[in-house]
Every structure is written in structure tokens, then in C-alpha cells.
């Protein structure tokens, strides 16, 4: 069924129905009734399907996929390693999947505790004071930290403090979240270390700065060594620092974003502690503060009072910034992984990790063009072959990756380079794996000088060959009705 | 290997400058740039009559990579706009020194000094 190619809407069959509702229990509601502009005026175009139509085109569909447990995963950035089975076994248990936000507290013990306990353990692992798990993504978590900062500030009378200073090779979230917070960025160079350059820092500290947002080990996968330094000038020119939780599982049981100084961060359970990720996830952004910072987290907040879990709104700046507690049942899924790995294992997290893409760095250097040598952390980035000779560029080489059975790395990102390839096997793959990588990508860079059409071409072996980016840039089509008003217009 | 026209000036950050007559220039991207960008999908420019000041953003280009900045390489009021561009993005692509950007009034010919010719240009971007 390798050609399977229909959308859900095209398997529509009018009066064709699915499901079943149980009876109604409002017996004296008439729909008639409805005032007039809450009905709906158009059609709702939803398909007509039967369950084993909806099962068959989704089994289908799903074949075309390639995820983490299909293959060899290395998507720099983005942590893609193996989420354990128990989490989903204890995410499907009935006790949690089964509850309601506002069920009465002393009916939710267990589930507050799990709450609690993992605001606790992320507190430990990171080294600050308290943290809220209700952000629902990692962006969410950066909006919601820098907003705490906002917070910070205005609350002592000063408004002047709106500019946000970000290194160049940052997650482009980074600038996003500071501009949706109403606040200006401040972009400064890297070094050619691939560091933040310590004298372009001091030239744009003023009595404006609001804070400092930074990712470490950085973009590039490098660490920080003036990480001390850097924390203390922001904070010796009035600023905070804002940890960018990304790239977290570098650190993870080494080092702690509170013990560099940083006074705000989030973390994305997604990544770091093998949740759902990728295709909405649902995702989960953590967002820790400093003590002084804990009054302006958002509520509500998950408290303990000897062996009682209660909650409180007592935050006094933000309100609430998601619905009920955020993802739950991701926060139960981390919570699952923390304490199935336990701290000794969890130790063991970024130095695997670390080890890992250092190997992949010494093996590939001789094929492709490492622009930052000697060692990395928990990703490595090359910028494209060390053959410029040929016409192969980054994107040709991810997508021939694909034929070979393994997912693409992060292309042309970070910026700083212009032919990126940005590799992160993450602590979870075995060396057998890793070494086929690289024998792979050791064959690609012979086919680049060989063979260049092949890769010019690829991939060939995929449901779905190579795709018109173009248009799919400038064509948005993200719906059905979208969809067929293309069709319309065209004609 | 880039393509570069000889007679225009160069900024750091990949714009040309074509001087035309009695101070008007137009502005566009190198070939370079446009080569580094890749399929280039979406490109944001400024209105006619507002001004732009030399190193500072003017406007957007957007490739299938990656949204860059463009950067003015010489201070002065906007006279015209190339509108095909917003249609058809790719014509930065096919010929980024035909097809420029902005048509500009400049306020401070001197300017033109701080660029750069064809041949450091190309040094430039070895």
C-alpha cells in the first residue's frame, strides 16, 4: 500500500455513519431554541467515514511515517531519543487518564504527588528554587519565563528595562518569544570559537537590558566556558539570565543552569525527558526560577502541606497561561522516566549523549567540513563536504540519507554556517547503529564526487520523493476547504 | 563560482548598488547572496517615500533555508519598489542583478566610498 494517497475527506460517503452516541440526557433541549447567531452558517465539510475506513486510511498513512522507532533518528536540536514503553504504560492507566481537573483535591492525592514530585526533581536537576509545569511547549515556556522577567522588573518600578540580548547562533524561538512579550532584541556575534564574544556582550549592556537569553552548550554544540562571566556581567548591569532548556540533556546530572547563575529557565520534557515529540506532541515547557522569582509563576500551583498536595493560586503577576495544570499526562511521562532511570542512570544521560556525537564528529571530520574543532557536547555541526568541488549541498545529502533508511539531521541551521548539517544521535542509540551512520555517511561523501546525480535525485526509495519546497512555501495549504479552493481557482 | 558585474558597489552584507543618474541608485542582491539563500520564497521591501540609512535593515528575503535581513548599503529615500518581486520571489533567483529591489535618492553620495568594487568584492567572498 506504498501508494496509498488519499486524504480522509475523499473516502466521504454521504449519511455514512461511524460512531454511536449515547442517548442524550437533556431531554428538554430543543435546538431550535439556539440563538440565532451562535448557529452555524456554513457547512461543516466533516467526512463521512466508517470506523474501518477511518482505521485502514490511518494504518496507511501511518506507513509513510518515519519516527524514532523506525530508524536511526539524528535530528540535531530536537533530543529525538527513544521514549520507553513504560511511559506509555503508565500514561494509559486509568487512575491518571481518567481524571478531571476539577475533581475535589482530596480525590487527586496520588496524581498532585506525581505533580509535586517532578516540580521537585526538575528543581534538583537544574539548581533552581521552584518551577511550574504549566507551560505546553518549550516556546510557551520561553514566552511564560520572560514574561516572569517582565514581571520582575515592572514590579520594582522599572519600565525602562525592555531589550533582550541573544546571541546569533539562538533558536529563532528565542527572538520570537521576547518579541510576542512586547520586548526588543538585541542580537550579538559569536565568536570564531562559536561563543558568545565577550566584548560584543559588554558593548550593548545598559540600564535597558532586561535579561540575556542563552542556550548551553549552545546551537553549535559547544559549551560555554565564560558561562560565569557572562551571567555576572548581565547581572552586574541589572539584567537576568534566561536558561533556553533545549539542549538541557547535554547537562543532564554534569552540570546546573542554577549553579551558572541563571535565574529563569525552561525545559522541554519532550526532549530532555522522553515525552511525545514531533507532530504537536503534545510537548511540555517547565518553566524553574530563582526563590526571589517564585511569587510570579503562573497559577495554578501544585503545594505541599505535610503529606497533603493542595492547590493555590497565589501567583501574583501572570495568572494563568494554560488551561488547568498544562499537559499532565506528559509531566507523568517524564516523572515516569526520571524515576525509572533513577539519579545514578540519569548521571549517565549526557555523558552517553556527549560521547556519542564526539564520536560521530572524529569519524565523519575527514568527509565533511568541521567548522569548530575539538570537542563538542551533545550534538555536532559540519558545514556540508570537505569536497567543494562538487555541485552536493547539505540538503542533497540529507535527502539521500533518507534512501539509506535513516532520518535527515537538522539542515541550515545553525545560521552561522551556510551549509549546516547538524547531527545529535542522542544517549539511546547503540554503537552498531551509530557506526552504520557513519559508514553511510562516509558513502554518501563518495557518492558526492562519484555519483553526483544520485544525490541530485534522492531520495528515490521513499514513499514520497523530493519535494517542491517552493511551492510549498508559497502555496499554504493547511485544510481540506483550503485545498479545494486551490483546486477551484486553478481551474 | 559567483557572478559579479564590474561598475556596481558592494556592501559587506551582500547588496549591490547601481548608480543611475543625478544621485539615484538602485539596490539589489548578489549573486552570492541569492546562491546562499537558495529558493528564495518571500521577499519583504520597504514603501516608497520612506527612507533608508546605511547598515541599517531595510527588509526581509525569505529562502526555503532561512529569513534574512537586508541590509541598506547606502542612506536615502525610497523612490520606487520592484512590486514583480512580490509575486515572483524567484526572479531573485534567475537574475539577482537585473531584478533589483529599490530605486533610492541617495542623501550622501560620499556613501558609495565605504563599498566595496567587483574585484574586493570577490576577494570578499572567497
Known amino acids: 500500500m506504498i501508494n496509498y494517497n488519499k486524504m480522509i475527506f475523499e473516502l466521504s460517503n454521504e449519511g455514512r455513519v461511524g460512531y454511536s452516541l449515547p442517548r442524550s440526557s437533556f431531554n428538554n433541549y430543543n435546538i431550535d431554541d439556539l440563538n440565532d447567531n451562535l448557529k452555524r452558517k456554513s457547512e461543516l465539510l466533516l467526512p463521512e467515514v466508517s470506523e474501518l475506513d477511518v482505521l485502514r486510511h490511518f494504518t496507511n498513512i501511518s506507513n509513510k511515517n518515519f519516527g524514532v522507532e523506525n530508524g536511526f533518528y539524528p535530528l540535531g536540536s530536537c533530543t529525538m531519543k527513544y521514549n520507553p514503553k513504560i511511559n506509555e504504560e503508565m500514561a494509559s492507566n486509568k487512575a491518571f487518564r481518567n481524571l478531571h481537573p476539577l475533581q475535589p483535591i482530596s480525590t487527586v492525592q496520588g496524581a498532585l504527588e506525581v505533580y509535586y514530585n517532578l516540580q521537585k526533581y526538575l528543581s534538583e536537576i537544574s539548581g533552581l528554587y521552584e518551577f511550574s509545569l504549566n507551560p505546553f511547549a518549550g516556546a510557551h515556556g520561553e514566552l511564560v519565563g520572560l514574561m516572569v522577567i517582565k514581571a520582575y522588573h515592572q514590579d520594582r518600578g522599572d519600565f525602562k528595562r525592555n531589550k533582550i540580548i541573544i546571541p546569533d547562533s539562538a533558536h529563532g524561538t528565542n527572538p520570537a518569544s521576547t518579541v510576542v512579550c512586547g520586548m526588543e532584541v538585541i542580537e550579538i556575534k559569536s565568536n570564531d570559537k562559536g561563543r558568545v564574544d565577550l566584548e560584543s556582550l559588554k558593548a550593548v549592556l545598559s540600564d535597558d537590558i532586561a535579561g540575556m537569553m542563552l542556550t548551553n552548550p549552545n546551537t553549535l554544540g559547544i559549551f ?5 562571566e557572562i551571567t555576572k556581567l548581565v547581572h552586574d548591569a541589572g539584567g537576568l539570565m534566561y536558561y533556553d532548556g533545549a539542549n538541557l540533556n547535554a547537562l543532564l546530572g554534569k552540570v ?3 549553579d551558572m547563575g541563571f535565574d529563569v529557565m525552561h525545559i522541554n520534557l519532550h526532549k530532555t525527558f522522553s515525552t511525545p515529540h514531533g507532530g504537536g506532541g503534545p510537548g511540555s515547557g517547565p518553566v524553574g526560577v530563582t526563590e526571589i522569582l517564585s511569587k510570579y509563576l503562573p497559577n495554578p500551583r501544585v503545594k505541599k502541606l505535610d503529606d497533603y498536595f493542595y492547590v493555590e493560586n497565589s501567583g501574583e503577576a501572570l495568572g494563568q497561561i494554560s488551561a488547568y495544570f498544562g499537559n499532565y499526562l506528559v509531566a507523568l511521562r517524564a516523572y515516569t522516566y526520571i524515576r525509572t532511570l533513577g539519579k545514578e542512570n540519569l548521571k549517565m544521560v549526557g555523558r552517553y549523549a556527549t560521547l556519542n556525537a564526539n564520536y560521530i564528529s572524529k569519524a565523519l571530520k575527514t568527509a565533511y567540513d568541521l567548522p569548530i574543532p575539538g570537542y563538542c557536547m551533545h550534538e555536532v555541526v559540519f558545514n556540508g563536504l570537505n569536497n567543494k568541488d562538487t555541485d552536493v549541498k547539505t540538503l542533497d545529502i540529507a535527502k539521500r540519507l533518507l534512501d539509506y533508511g535513516m532520518h535527515a539531521p537538522t539542515i541550515y541551521f545553525p545560521l552561522l554556517f551556510p551549509q549546516a548539517i547538524m547531527i545529535e544521535p542522542t544517549e539511546t542509540e547503540t554503537k552498531e547503529t551509530i557506526d552504520e551512520f557513519i559508514n553511510v555517511m562516509h558513502k554518501i561523501a563518495i557518492e558526492a ?29 493547511f485544510s481540506y476547504k483550503d485545498y479545494l479552493e486551490y483546486i477551484n481557482n486553478r481551474g | 563560482m559567483s557572478k559579479l558585474v564590474e561598475g556596481l558597489y558592494y556592501s559587506k552584507s551582500h547588496e549591490w548598488v547601481k548608480p543611475l543618474e543625478d544621485d539615484v541608485v538602485l539596490i539589489g542582491i548578489t549573486d552570492f547572496a541569492q546562491s546562499e539563500l537558495g529558493d528564495v520564497v518571500f521577499v519583504d521591501l520597504p514603501e516608497v517615500g520612506n527612507t533608508i540609512s546605511q547598515e541599517d535593515e531595510f527588509g526581509a528575503v525569505e529562502s526555503v533555508k532561512a529569513a534574512s535581513d537586508l541590509i541598506a548599503p547606502v542612506t536615502g529615500e525610497i523612490l520606487e519598489v520592484n512590486e514583480e518581486l512580490v509575486g515572483e520571489p524567484e526572479l531573485l533567483n534567475k537574475d539577482p542583478y537585473e531584478n533589483w529591489l529599490l530605486k533610492v535618492k541617495l542623501e550622501n553620495p560620499d556613501e558609495l566610498g565605504n563599498l566595496l568594487n567587483s574585484e574586493e568584492y570577490a576577494e570578499f567572498i572567497k
Open chain 1, 224 to 228: 560555554e566556558n565564560d558561562i560565569c
Open chain 1, 256 to 258: 546546573r543552569p542554577g
Open chain 1, 449 to 477: 564526487k562519484e555519483h553526483p546525480e544520485i544525490l541530485k535525485q534522492a531520495p528515490t526509495k521513499t514513499p514520497i520523493r523530493r519535494t517542491d519546497e517552493v511551492f510549498a512555501a508559497k502555496m499554504m495549504i
